[in-house]
């Protein structure tokens, strides 16, 4: 409780009471990896794989636009046949047409492909660490390495991106040292936004039948990480709305200023399975951005009306 409390206090002072609405837009469910927990992995044969064209990408952005949303985010598995020029074509394309902030969240990719985004107009890239267990990092990716992601990270830093990163609580064998030394990791990497999010099993995966981690764990580990990390993003997930109904509301009151409703249209939205069950936002996302906006006036918060750009840096006029 009083953990809690002083989470709340820090975001005040530190962030204020604007909660940050980012649309999300799933243009790709194809992906090259491997990683034991995720619905996407290359080795899952059962999902019906897809990629939205680019004017179906840029009509979900405009649509983002007219709702209110003033960040764009472009998520896809790691799908290197989504060429790095079609992307930065579609980047172009919304930049051109939207006052808008991007965030990409593609996975890792070539340095050369995130500075020619970078360059093409993308604000933001989101590359969760997930674990700072190089062990465990090495087991969930079928070998990857901690340190090469943990690379990425700080290139993206190096040539001006707003860096999101974070971590999965409740994977196998992972312990509260493991969770401690998150947060430690994304305090020296110095990180925009820090994305706290439960493990939540897919089937068709290595864990489908773990159990998904402890909500209570989740909403402690995002109270911790807003004391340390103070001025940082922190979203209340998907992924914890998907465990608790009551998940994102429980999320702003322990140090959450980010929401980010999901605006991939159909039929593309049911086939995003990164796990199961996930919560459901309204079939019209309009009206779920409606009801998110009750949700943040409960809490005695506002929407924040501009791009929400890092806090670390000043806010563009």
């Not at 930049?95 to 993308?122: H, M, N, P, Q």
């Not at 196998?172 to 990180?191: M, R």
């Not at 995966?205 to 773990?210: A, D, G, I, L, Q």
């Not at 199961?276 to 009750?294: G, H, I, M």
Request: hydrophobic share 35%; net charge neutral.
């Amino acid at each position: 409780k009083l953990l809690y409390q002083r989470a709340d206090e820090v975001r005040k002072k530190y962030c204020g009471d604007e909660v940050h609405l980012r649309g999300i837009i799933e243009f790709s469910n194809y992906c090259d990896q491997h990683c034991l927990y995720c619905g996407l992995r290359l080795h899952n044969t059962e999902l019906e794989r897809y990629r939205m064209t680019k004017e179906e990408i840029i009509n979900a952005a405009r649509f983002i636009y007219e709702s209110g949303i003033r960040t764009i985010v472009l998520q896809s598995g790691e799908d290197k046949k989504f060429g790095c020029e079609d992307i930065e074509k579609i980047i172009t394309a919304i930049k051109k047409d939207l006052d808008v902030a991007i965030t990409l969240s593609t996975g890792e990719r070539e340095f050369y492909e995130y500075k020619r985004w970078k360059d093409a107009g993308a604000d933001r890239y989101l590359l969760k660490h997930e674990t700072a267990n190089q062990k465990l990092y090495s087991l969930y990716h079928q070998g990857d390495e901690l340190d090469e992601r943990i690379e990425h990270i700080k290139y993206l830093k190096s040539v001006g991106y707003q860096v999101g990163s974070g971590n999965i609580i409740g994977l196998p064998q992972q312990t509260i040292e493991d969770i401690a030394n998150d947060i430690l990791l994304l305090k020296e990497l110095d990180i925009d936004m820090c994305s706290v999010s439960p493990f939540v099993p897919s089937q068709n995966s290595p864990y489908s039948n773990e159990e998904s981690g402890n909500i209570n764990l989740v909403l402690r580990t995002m109270a911790v990480a807003r004391i340390v990390l103070r001025n940082s993003h922190i979203p209340a997930t998907t992924a914890l709305a998907t465990l608790d109904i009551d998940g994102r509301k429980k999320g702003l009151q322990v140090g959450a200023n980010i929401i980010m409703p999901n605006f991939t249209p159909q039929p593309y939205k049911e086939k995003y399975i990164i796990y199961e069950n996930k919560a459901r936002t309204d079939s019209d996302p309009k009206s779920f951005v409606k009801q998110l906006y009750k949700l943040i006036e409960s809490v005695g918060r506002k929407v924040g009306n501009t791009k929400g750009h890092s806090l670390k840096v000043k806010e563009e006029v």
